[in-house]
């Protein structure tokens, strides 16, 4: 076979795919389709491949992606063959689909061969039955998943749960980490509201942990697993957050970042269900847990979570944070990080998309006082994207008064590449600028590749 000529054809294949199907990552809200009625079926045509493997079904406002890394890591140092599903790629459209075999291997991407042999497979399928770009990767990722005879699936949720794709799949352990304020027009204007549509992943009879819980959320919680005599598990009160233990793990973590506290917090919890309600055939160990927790990012090539890079005199963090109950815990922890620096440049490389809360999650920024923390708006090329432009013009209505007093500058410039490359350009002689680049995961993918081969 001329790989050239394939490779022409699988690249051709997935653009078809990509711009044909309404993808969320691409179009935003059009896009979603409430309803699983469409992979009840599919799924019935394909023979119910997630019916040959035992899958962990993992929800959540935020860290849903890393804790469905930690826990497939674990489990694959555990000696399990195990496959992992979620969403959005940042890179390659193969980041979705991943299976790692056993300790001391790496995460393999799904081949190019398979996504393309399903594709010309089912293509007629996905026209006739007008699926969506989120159904048809669901199913490619079930099916890889069974074909490649794996012991666990973890399956991340793309939004909400109730009416998600995932949600066709009979799990042994459903995981929800955190219910925050976003994706509200499709999801409800409440927490609870959108703890109700999360919640549709537990199902009778099976276990659920919830990373986070308070009173607004826990009624939800508590009477969906009541209703199908599920066991509900508080994260929190398996496993304290400032124990010794979870400090240890967390200061040999590759997956860095102050919110990987509660991420770990409720992968730890999950994983000890797996052990304590016989799921597993033989028990972790503190060798494997340990391994597959500190290396989970290597392991399985888990990209843009504070993701931290050298370049001349400067630390450039990269990280797909994208709401305010996410950036929360960003914009705290780059705070501290520039409070140790007072010597460097502090500079913020931000772009978001048009269909978030653009104020709230500005009202969150770092403010330092005496010193001038450097905003540069940007924008990436998606049809979701605000211009930069615009976010300046959101920005300036909030800190008008702190610009005026040197606190904070700002400039514009809608071009992530060109963004970034003006910032590293201007090294001071000193010690450097710290550096971060977020806001959504366009303007991530769009720099990541700037650094290539520099990671710390």
Not at 89 to 116: Q, T, W
Not at 228 to 252: K, N, Y
Request: charged share 25%; with cysteine; hydrophobic share 40%.
């Amino acid at each position: 076979m001329d790989y050239r000529d394939f490779n022409d054809r699988y690249e051709a294949e997935i653009s078809a795919v990509f711009n044909r199907f309404p993808s969320f990552q691409k179009v935003g809200a059009d896009a979603y389709k409430p309803g699983i009625d469409n992979m009840f079926k599919w799924d019935e045509a394909l023979g119910s491949p997630h019916r040959k493997y035992l899958s962990i079904h993992v929800a959540g406002t935020n860290g849903k992606g890393s804790v469905s890394h930690l826990i497939a890591s674990v489990l694959a140092s555990a000696g399990y063959k195990v496959g992992l599903y979620t969403s959005p790629h940042i890179l390659d459209f193969r980041e979705r689909m991943k299976i790692c075999n056993g300790p001391g291997g790496v995460a393999r991407y799904i081949s190019k061969e398979d996504v393309y042999s399903f594709i010309m497979k089912w293509k007629g399928y996905f026209a006739e039955n007008d699926l969506s770009f989120f159904e048809i990767t669901t199913m490619m990722a079930l099916d890889w998943f069974a074909s490649e005879k794996v012991d666990f699936a973890v399956i991340e949720t793309g939004l909400g749960g109730r009416l998600d794709s995932t949600n066709i799949i009979s799990p042994v352990l459903s995981v929800i980490t955190n219910i925050g304020l976003d994706h509200c027009d499709m999801l409800g204007n409440t927490r609870a509201k959108i703890a109700f549509e999360k919640a549709g992943i537990i199902k009778p009879g099976v276990p659920v942990v919830i990373g986070e819980d308070d009173d607004e959320i826990s009624e939800v919680f508590r009477e969906k697993a009541e209703s199908g005599g599920s066991a509900l598990f508080d994260a929190s009160d398996m496993f304290r957050q400032d124990s010794p233990f979870i400090e240890e793990l967390l200061s040999e973590m590759d997956l860095t970042g102050d919110y990987q506290r509660k991420n770990l917090v409720t992968s730890l919890a999950a994983l000890s269900l797996l052990e304590s309600t016989g799921v597993l055939d033989r028990a972790v160990g503190q060798d494997a847990l340990y391994d597959g927790i500190t290396g989970a990012a290597s392991k399985m090539r888990f990209l843009g979570r504070w993701q931290t890079f050298n370049r001349g005199g400067n630390t450039v963090i990269l990280d797909i944070g994208h709401n305010a109950h996410g950036l929360k815990y960003n914009f705290s922890q780059l705070k501290s990080l520039y409070q140790c620096y007072p010597s460097r440049r502090a500079v913020m490389v931000l772009g978001f998309v048009a269909d978030k809360d653009i104020d709230a999650a500005l009202e969150l920024l770092p403010l330092l006082p005496g010193r001038t923390v450097e905003m540069v708006f940007t924008n990436a090329v998606s049809r979701r994207a605000l211009p930069a432009a615009e976010l300046e013009k959101h920005f300036m209505r909030l800190y008008s008064e702190e610009v005026g007093n040197g606190l904070y500058s700002v400039q514009a410039i809608p071009s992530v590449e060109e963004a970034v490359m003006t910032v590293l350009q201007k090294v001071p002689v000193d010690e450097g600028s710290v550096v971060y680049i977020g806001g959504s995961t366009f303007v991530v993918a769009e720099a990541l590749p700037l650094f290539a081969g520099e990671e710390k």
